[in-house]
């Protein structure tokens, strides 16, 4: 079962979310899968953070996407965790040299949809792209756009995977159209594993955090658990 486990911006309950030290915890953890956030900066390059509103990351009332590069990752993250490291916002580019060394690892780019909004569809995989270009290791491009999921599997011939808002008929439809090879969908949208649309997919359910819970979707062998607990879970007995 733990080998379905998804670590959520890396191991982000001891570590700082998306940075270099929760990434490495969670490939420390022998984790087979993690997933990690994009904004854009205003020149271009893909780092990897959550919001681009930085209030919560770096106490600063400015945007990654008004931002250059080397601007955002002079930063200091304010944002504290069980674990202090030194760290910085890091781009994926950094991500990615990390990772080239663990080609077992199942690496999710979460592409944000504010970055989008400020830049476009293809300037904005255009940027991602670039950045994956020397990966050494299998990568899933994931949005809650429908549009930068079906760019990244028709356009760019990736592994993609669409976030779902709505647990719906309409988003049933959407997701028959895409053909996405993984559908993400938060775990309070949905009642019990029989309840999720079959399909040439897998499921990814997040936030579950509790090993009784995660063993109760893990039953079923086409689901996937994202957790933003990934070391309470690779540790529980539940799961073994």
Same mark, same amino acid.
């Given at each position: 079962?733990?080998?379905? *486990? ?40 893909? #780092? ?6 930085l ?11 008004? *931002? ?6 002079? *930063? ?19 991500v990615? /040299? ?13 592409v ?7 830049? /476009? *569809?293809?300037?904005?995989?255009k940027?991602? #792209? ?7 290791f ?18 760019y011939?990736?592994?993609? /995977? ?33 309840d ?45």
């Amino acid at each position: 079962m733990k080998n379905r *486990l998804v670590a959520h911006r890396g191991d982000m309950t001891q570590y700082i979310e998306n940075t270099l030290p929760a990434i490495q915890a969670a490939i420390d953890l022998r984790m087979s899968w993690i997933e990690i956030d994009i904004q854009i900066s205003r020149d271009g390059t893909a #780092m990897v953070v959550h919001d681009d509103d930085l209030t919560r990351i770096a106490g600063r009332n400015l945007q990654v996407t008004t *931002l250059s590069a080397a601007e955002v990752v002079t *930063l200091p993250i304010v944002l504290k965790a069980q674990k202090e490291s030194s760290t910085q916002i890091p781009t994926l580019d950094q991500v990615v /040299g990390l990772l080239n060394a663990h080609p077992d690892i199942t690496l999710f780019v979460e592409v944000k949809k504010e970055s989008v909004a400020a830049f /476009g *569809l293809d300037k904005v995989m255009k940027s991602v #792209m670039s950045a994956l270009e020397s990966a050494e290791f299998p990568v899933v491009v994931i949005s809650f756009l429908y549009d930068i999921a079906a760019m990244a599997k028709s356009q760019y011939h990736y592994t993609s /995977g669409w976030v779902l808002t709505e647990f719906d008929q309409q988003s049933l439809q959407q997701c028959e159209l895409l053909g996405p090879d993984y559908i993400f969908c938060n775990v309070n949208k949905v009642k019990q594993p029989d309840d999720l649309w079959s399909g040439d997919w897998r499921w990814v359910l997040y936030d579950i955090k509790e090993p009784v819970e995660a063993k109760r979707w893990l039953h079923a062998d086409n689901i996937m658990v994202e957790t933003g607990d990934i070391f309470k879970l690779m540790n529980a007995t539940e799961l073994e």
